[in-house]
């Protein structure tokens, strides 16, 4: 298989380690608090599933649907963003529906990638805003990931060294995985920074609505006056009504770039199963009570991470948003790295976590630890990782010299 051409750009997906390891010690008997992978654990809400159900068997719903999603799937997201952002979209031009956002970058970056095309990417960032140009040909130049006038900086250098010149830069707020969350201002700079040097701007925000400051929702980059012209919105079902494994997600925004994602997809999927779409229209015209319970949910689950594993004797940042906590790894272990010290908490504290060098190099002292395990196992793995901290002395002492391979 690493003949293949695709393949070969492709590493050892990091997460698959951690995921053996799990699978091992589960197959052994060990209870493993998973707070790896942003699975979420709630249920999507009652009135989606009922019309899920309604739906199901009726005439016609078994058929191909449409690739680029229902006509009252896409009128339903327009809505929500002329609700949400006060943003008005075409849902005939200006919004796709996709299977998940996940699918809708990748075939982005089919759409619009030539062999040897660079692409600017925030580092750590979610593995597929890189990997799918990477499958697409492209090639990969870093940029910081938190929005400040740093990011801007090191993208005006990376542009200025870049041979070609860049075609298009991604950013992803509230981010996965490191819950950065960007200001209006930050969009207006980075709307005028792809002006100036011609890049299209791919912004994911399928974290819109898991947020914690409720006077400060997470705005969205077409909000910017302009930002049509150069820019594509990627949202999703998946965390807002808990619905990850429906697969329904949205590229919103410039018209030219959606007709090259439309097309693309038309020849490779007839879109969701049309129950589901239809579901997923009725949880965004519906009552939004459920994304706010959603919302108390994390939270609760954010402040008893922070309290119980800051008693552990492990510093945990408070997010503002995402269903994430991005956290250094304590300083006796962080010459290890993240891979080996996610397979240590496994192994030594039946606590499993995402490790940071799976989202780029720059994540390699930190580990993402997902708030999709209720508040009770949280302070149980807390009482776990207390423990393994306190024994690790003589738990490890045959583990020296703790050198991370470079």
Same mark, same amino acid.
């Given at each position: ?14 997460? &698959?380690?951690? !995921?053996?390891? #799990? ?13 790896? %992978? ?43 963003? &002329?609700? *949400? ?21 990748? !075939?982005? /970056? ?83 920074? /792809? ?18 400051? @409720?006077?400060?929702?997470?705005? $969205? ?32 925004? !410039? @018209? ?38 959603? *919302? ?5 689950? *954010? ?28 300083? #006796?272990?962080? $010459? ?24 780029? @190099? ?11 395990? !209720? @508040?009770? *196992? ?8 207390? #423990?393994?901290?306190?024994? /690790?002395?003589? %738990? ?11």
């Amino acid at each position: 298989m690493s003949d293949f051409y695709r393949i070969k750009r492709l590493p050892p997906y990091v997460f &698959e380690q951690v !995921n053996r390891i #799990k699978a091992a010690a589960r197959a052994n008997g060990a209870d493993i608090i998973d707070l790896g %992978m942003g699975n979420p654990d709630l249920q999507a809400p009652q009135h989606v599933i009922d019309k899920l159900v309604e739906t199901v068997g009726k005439p016609r719903t078994d058929r191909y649907s449409a690739s680029k999603g229902i006509g009252g799937l896409r009128r339903a997201q327009a809505g929500y963003y &002329e609700r *949400r952002f006060g943003v008005k979209l075409n849902p005939d031009t200006q919004v796709v529906a996709t299977l998940g956002s996940k699918e809708g970058f990748a !075939n982005m /970056a089919q759409a619009i990638t030539e062999p040897g095309d660079v692409i600017l990417v925030p580092n750590p960032s979610y593995p597929i805003h890189a990997f799918g140009f990477l499958m697409a040909g492209g090639v990969i130049r870093s940029v910081p990931a938190e929005p400040t006038p740093d990011f801007f900086v090191a993208a005006e250098r990376a542009v200025a060294h870049s041979i070609p010149k860049p075609v298009a830069l991604v950013v992803c707020y509230p981010s996965n995985p490191t819950a950065y969350v960007a200001s209006l201002d930050f969009y207006r700079d980075l709307v005028a920074f /792809a002006k100036k040097h011609e890049l299209i701007l791919l912004s994911d925000l399928a974290y819109s609505e898991v947020y914690f400051d @409720e006077s400060n929702p997470p705005p $969205s980059i077409l909000q910017v006056p302009g930002a049509m012209d150069v820019a594509v919105e990627f949202t999703s079902m998946s965390k807002t009504f808990s619905m990850a494994g429906w697969r329904i997600g949205f590229a919103v925004g !410039n @018209e030219r770039l959606l007709a090259a994602l439309a097309r693309v997809k038309s020849y490779l999927d007839y879109g969701a199963f049309t129950p589901v779409q239809v579901a997923a229209t009725a949880a965004l015209n519906g009552p939004d009570d459920c994304i706010r319970e959603m *919302r108390a949910t994390y939270k609760r689950r *954010r402040d008893v991470m922070v309290d119980s594993f800051g008693k552990a004797g492990w510093d945990v940042p408070v997010p503002t948003a995402s269903m994430f906590a991005w956290v250094q790894i304590p300083e #006796k272990f962080r $010459s290890l790295g993240s891979l080996e010290f996610s397979k240590l908490l496994v192994e030594k504290a039946d606590v499993a976590v995402a490790p940071g060098i799976g989202f780029g @190099e720059h994540g390699d002292d930190y580990v993402r630890i997902a708030l999709v395990e !209720n @508040e009770q *196992r949280i302070r149980q793995a807390a009482r776990n990782i207390r #423990k393994f901290f306190d024994q /690790a002395d003589q %738990m490890l002492h045959n583990v020296v010299p703790m050198v991370r391979r470079g």
